[in-house]
């Protein structure tokens, strides 16, 4: 059948070639259908119970990461002209469609007189600069909204703005940010946005840019390997096309099935131009090599060797699936599809390759290649070296790696939200100055929560008895968290209070039942419907998880001194992506174990010799160990996207095993000594796995210009794991298999 097949399809390239054109076009036109998009939901876990209480309370209260904060520095603080430039501009702000309130200095004079900074579109207004920063000085103390408004030193005021629920996704947040952006641009200060609805908006720009600025070099670092290592246009283009019609039909595939470009997808078409070229070159590698020993028709040397690697890189291919595939195995929706997408990928870059390469070899007749080989000296010398000191090449990157691995206890998983970005990034700078001057942007809430059927006939959680228990709990917060900004019913009704200039530090329940009444529906929420649930709204510093563990135990020892009918929760999307991150690298080592398990599998079914399955997993394994091992020595810590690359790279990188292994089993069935067989499969193979390796490699090292620190760092991880693990392949695993035992051929 398969004979049968590439007769038939070398007697009629044109039609091949055609009929892949027609699939391609029927594939792009799918295309259009996609969308880009980035919500934190997409990384939570469907099994993480933290994401169903998160879910709880925004069923309540709603949104909580729907703020933009517009940080302003004025030239001048005393320039009058400022304040009718920020109060035209926020009226203005309010008219724009899908914001539901706007806070700002001005938000309190509608309530205290002494918060009215004046009338400055009236040029007889006399204020001095003295009344100006008393008045100032005023509004920053208030309670509610002054630290949150205005910094200590006057130096940057904010304009917090909600957005309506309806508006959080990509294509409206864009068009609300734009439409600041025009109305900002009119006014004097200088300008800084901030807050997780600018978070989610700028990291789907840079996804477009990464991939804007990832496939022109790689595309241009491809054609230069393929260009200098074959010496032949047709060469460097059928590899070009093959992965370049592979994404397109992948890209059709989702648009098709209505999957969405997100923070982890977009990396996509990227990583299928690295890895799916793989595929195309071992073809023609293979066929330089027929028609250089065999003096073959080209004709003949392509049949022959289309027989012999569709079935090898099928092979290579399904064990880079594995790695990829065994992502699906987490909760996590979007690493799901991630893994489930390259998956797919790869197999269509197989598809596409048998196809594509041996056809258009034929059809253009470009079958001259330079007699030079540059990987030659270094081959033959390790052809020469390994067989007469093979514990060397076995005890040496043992050694490396033992020393490595020593370290790999001490490797941490503690990260924050934000170290997906790299400090010199704009936006990380940008949140980090939000950060110094109004305290955080990463939502956290903390309820407290009143049982109905309590003994005491509390009947409401607004008693004056449970907003004492609110207030100490936002002192708490406050002490732990000192670069974070609260709101809750407590700071509303000291504001108040200073409003009327109530002295008086004890709660009226009648006066808190009516700044309960007199609180607009487009402000925050700050108590349930049913008002047995208190709420403390926060947008806190970038912290750890290791430390904000220990910020749950505080709060969770403070909850134990609550009466048994008041509880304590916290969440927010904060909370649940941290969890979510620990949970995930767990699941993620978990992948690698099952991808490991699977491409065992493999690779006991087809060679069937313990002692080449011990050889494999050794050489595949020890690039893996040494990587974390050197994590561990630099401090890095163990998060999602470095755990992830495990199991990706050991799919890629065990198909230089296969190829290896299965030339040295083809040499061994010709009658070949295994000394024989290794030296042959080195100067022969190895050619091929250092082309494939240095495309892999330089296509992964492009990954390092990403905004992204995850992809910067994916990339630097799966260069390392992969020049490593060629390394083994062309010494460890030679030697491996001169020294163990093997029953069937000595």
Same mark, same amino acid.
């Given at each position: 059948?398969?004979?049968?097949?590439?007769?038939?399809?070398?007697?009629?390239?044109?039609?091949?070639?055609?009929?892949?054109?027609?699939?391609?076009?029927?594939?792009?036109?799918?295309?259009?259908?996609?969308?880009?998009?980035?919500?934190?939901?997409?990384?939570?876990?469907?099994?993480?119970?933290?994401?169903?209480?998160?879910?709880?309370? $925004?069923?309540?209260?709603?949104?909580?990461?729907?703020?933009?904060?517009?940080?302003?520095? &004025?030239?001048?603080?005393?320039?009058?002209? /400022?304040?009718?430039?920020?109060?035209?501009?926020?009226?203005?702000?309010?008219?724009?469609?899908?914001?539901?309130?706007?806070?700002?200095?001005?938000?309190?004079?509608?309530?205290?007189?002494?918060?009215?900074?004046?009338?400055?579109?009236?040029?007889?207004?006399?204020?001095?600069?003295?009344?100006?920063?008393?008045?100032?000085?005023?509004?920053?103390?208030?309670?509610?909204? %002054?630290?949150?408004?205005?910094?200590?030193?006057?130096?940057? %005021?904010?304009?917090?703005?909600?957005?309506?629920?309806?508006?959080?996704?990509?294509?409206?947040?864009?068009?609300?940010?734009?439409?600041?952006?025009? =109305?900002?641009?009119?006014?004097?200060?200088?300008?800084?946005?901030?807050?997780?609805?600018?978070?989610?908006?700028?990291?789907?720009?840079?996804?477009?840019?990464?991939?804007?600025?990832?496939?022109?070099?790689?595309?241009?670092?491809?054609?230069?390997?393929?260009?200098? +290592?074959?010496?032949?246009?047709?060469?460097?283009?059928? #590899?070009? +096309?093959?992965?370049?019609?592979?994404?397109?039909? +992948?890209?059709? !595939?989702?648009?098709?099935?209505?999957?969405?470009?997100?923070?982890?997808?977009?990396?996509?078409?990227?990583?299928?131009?690295?890895?799916?070229?793989?595929?195309?070159?071992?073809?023609?590698?293979?066929?330089?090599?027929?028609?250089?020993?065999?003096?073959?028709?080209?004709?003949?040397?392509?049949?022959?060797?289309?027989?012999?690697?569709?079935?090898?890189?099928?092979?290579?291919?399904?064990?880079?699936?594995?790695?990829?595939?065994?992502?699906?195995?987490?909760?996590?929706?979007?690493?799901? *599809?991630? %893994? @489930?997408?390259?998956?797919?990928?790869?197999?269509?870059?197989?598809?596409?390759?048998?196809?594509?390469? #041996?056809?258009?070899?034929?059809?253009?007749?470009?079958?001259?290649?330079?007699?030079?080989?540059?990987?030659? #000296?270094?081959?033959?010398?390790?052809?020469?070296?390994?067989?007469?000191?093979?514990?060397?090449?076995? =005890?040496?990157?043992?050694?490396?790696?033992?020393?490595?691995?020593?370290?790999?206890?001490?490797?941490?998983?503690?990260?924050?939200?934000?170290?997906?970005?790299?400090?010199?990034?704009? =936006?990380?700078?940008?949140?980090?100055?939000?950060?110094?001057?109004?305290? %955080?942007?990463?939502?956290? *809430?903390?309820?407290? $929560?009143?049982?109905?059927?309590?003994?005491?006939?509390?009947?409401?959680?607004?008693?004056?008895?449970?907003?004492?228990?609110?207030?100490?709990?936002?002192?708490? =917060?406050?002490?732990?968290?000192?670069?974070?900004?609260?709101?809750?019913?407590?700071?509303?009704?000291?504001?108040?209070? $200073?409003?009327?200039?109530?002295?008086?530090?004890?709660?009226?329940?009648?006066?808190?039942?009516?700044?309960?009444?007199?609180?607009?529906?487009?402000?925050?929420?700050?108590?349930?419907?049913?008002?047995?649930?208190?709420?403390?709204?926060?947008?806190?510093?970038?912290?750890?998880?290791?430390?904000?563990?220990? /910020?749950?135990?505080?709060?969770?020892?403070?909850?134990?001194?609550?009466?048994?009918?008041?509880?304590? *929760?916290?969440?927010?999307?904060?909370?649940?992506?941290?969890?979510?991150?620990?949970?995930?690298?767990?699941?993620?080592?978990?992948?690698?174990?099952?991808?490991?398990?699977?491409?065992?599998?493999?690779?006991?079914?087809?060679?069937?010799?313990?002692?080449?399955?011990?050889?494999?997993?050794?050489?595949?394994?020890? #690039?893996?160990?040494?990587?974390?091992?050197?994590?561990?020595?630099?401090?890095?810590?163990?998060?999602?996207?470095?755990?992830?690359?495990?199991?990706?790279?050991?799919?890629?990188?065990?198909?230089?095993?296969?190829?290896?292994?299965?030339?040295?089993?083809?040499? @061994?069935?010709?009658?070949?000594?295994?000394?024989?067989?290794?030296?042959?499969?080195?100067?022969?193979?190895?050619?091929? @796995?250092?082309?494939?390796?240095?495309?892999?490699?330089?296509?992964?090292?492009?990954?390092?210009?990403?905004?992204?620190? &995850?992809?910067?760092?994916?990339?630097?991880?799966?260069?390392?794991?992969?020049?490593?693990?060629?390394?083994?392949? @062309?010494? !460890?695993?030679?030697?491996?298999?001169?020294?163990? &035992?093997? &029953?069937?051929?000595?």
């Amino acid at each position: 059948m398969i004979d049968y097949f590439f007769r038939l399809l070398l007697k009629n390239p044109k039609q091949a070639l055609a009929s892949v054109l027609l699939v391609t076009l029927f594939w792009s036109s799918f295309i259009p259908n996609l969308k880009i998009d980035f919500s934190i939901e997409h990384l939570f876990s469907k099994k993480d119970p933290n994401v169903e209480k998160y879910f709880s309370f $925004r069923e309540e209260f709603g949104r909580e990461d729907n703020i933009i904060t517009l940080i302003y520095q &004025p030239v001048d603080v005393f320039d009058k002209s /400022l304040y009718a430039e920020l109060e035209n501009l926020i009226y203005d702000i309010e008219e724009v469609d899908g914001i539901s309130n706007v806070v700002s200095i001005f938000s309190l004079s509608d309530i205290d007189s002494r918060a009215w900074i004046g009338d400055f579109t009236n040029q007889n207004t006399e204020l001095n600069n003295d009344s100006l920063l008393k008045r100032l000085k005023y509004i920053q103390s208030d309670p509610s909204i %002054g630290s949150r408004v205005l910094s200590k030193d006057f130096k940057f %005021g904010s304009i917090i703005i909600s957005l309506d629920d309806i508006v959080n996704n990509h294509r409206d947040r864009s068009k609300i940010l734009e439409n600041i952006q025009i =109305l900002t641009n009119n006014t004097s200060p200088k300008w800084t946005y901030s807050g997780v609805s600018v978070l989610r908006t700028e990291y789907v720009k840079y996804m477009v840019r990464d991939n804007f600025l990832f496939l022109p070099p790689i595309a241009i670092l491809l054609i230069c390997i393929l260009s200098f +290592l074959f010496r032949n246009w047709v060469n460097v283009l059928l #590899p070009i +096309l093959t992965v370049l019609i592979t994404v397109i039909w +992948l890209l059709g !595939l989702m648009g098709m099935v209505g999957l969405d470009i997100n923070i982890m997808t977009y990396i996509v078409p990227t990583l299928l131009f690295i890895i799916g070229i793989g595929d195309a070159i071992h073809i023609q590698a293979h066929f330089r090599e027929k028609l250089a020993e065999k003096r073959m028709a080209p004709i003949d040397a392509m049949h022959e060797t289309m027989i012999q690697m569709s079935k090898v890189i099928f092979l290579t291919s399904l064990t880079t699936a594995i790695g990829f595939l065994a992502l699906t195995t987490t909760s996590i929706k979007i690493l799901q *599809e991630f %893994g @489930l997408e390259v998956a797919c990928g790869v197999m269509i870059a197989w598809a596409v390759s048998i196809l594509i390469v #041996p056809s258009g070899i034929i059809l253009m007749k470009r079958f001259n290649y330079p007699e030079q080989n540059y990987f030659s #000296p270094l081959l033959l010398w390790l052809s020469k070296a390994i067989p007469r000191r093979p514990w060397v090449f076995i =005890l040496l990157p043992i050694l490396i790696s033992s020393v490595a691995i020593f370290k790999i206890k001490d490797i941490s998983s503690d990260s924050s939200l934000m170290d997906d970005l790299r400090p010199k990034n704009k =936006l990380y700078q940008d949140l980090m100055l939000t950060q110094k001057y109004f305290g %955080g942007v990463l939502p956290f *809430e903390v309820l407290i $929560r009143l049982d109905p059927k309590n003994n005491e006939n509390i009947n409401k959680a607004t008693d004056p008895r449970i907003i004492n228990f609110l207030e100490i709990t936002q002192n708490v =917060l406050k002490e732990e968290l000192t670069e974070s900004r609260f709101f809750s019913l407590n700071d509303l009704i000291n504001s108040i209070k $200073r409003v009327k200039k109530e002295e008086s530090k004890n709660y009226d329940q009648n006066f808190i039942n009516q700044i309960i009444s007199q609180q607009s529906s487009q402000q925050i929420k700050l108590m349930s419907e049913d008002k047995t649930i208190l709420r403390i709204s926060g947008l806190i510093e970038n912290r750890t998880s290791s430390k904000m563990e220990k /910020l749950y135990d505080k709060l969770d020892s403070l909850a134990s001194t609550f009466p048994s009918y008041l509880s304590l *929760e916290y969440t927010g999307t904060t909370v649940v992506a941290l969890k979510t991150n620990n949970y995930l690298v767990q699941s993620l080592v978990n992948s690698l174990s099952i991808a490991l398990v699977l491409i065992s599998i493999i690779m006991a079914f087809m060679f069937r010799s313990k002692s080449i399955l011990f050889a494999s997993l050794v050489t595949n394994l020890i #690039p893996i160990f040494t990587v974390l091992g050197f994590l561990a020595w630099l401090g890095v810590s163990i998060r999602p996207p470095t755990a992830m690359t495990f199991s990706v790279a050991l799919g890629i990188a065990v198909d230089d095993s296969l190829h290896f292994l299965l030339r040295y089993r083809k040499e @061994l069935s010709l009658g070949l000594s295994r000394r024989e067989a290794i030296q042959k499969t080195i100067i022969n193979t190895g050619s091929a @796995l250092m082309i494939t390796t240095s495309v892999l490699v330089g296509g992964f090292s492009i990954l390092f210009l990403s905004s992204f620190l &995850p992809t910067y760092q994916f990339g630097l991880l799966s260069a390392s794991m992969i020049a490593c693990a060629l390394i083994c392949d @062309l010494t !460890l695993l030679p030697a491996l298999c001169l020294i163990l &035992p093997n &029953p069937n051929r000595e």
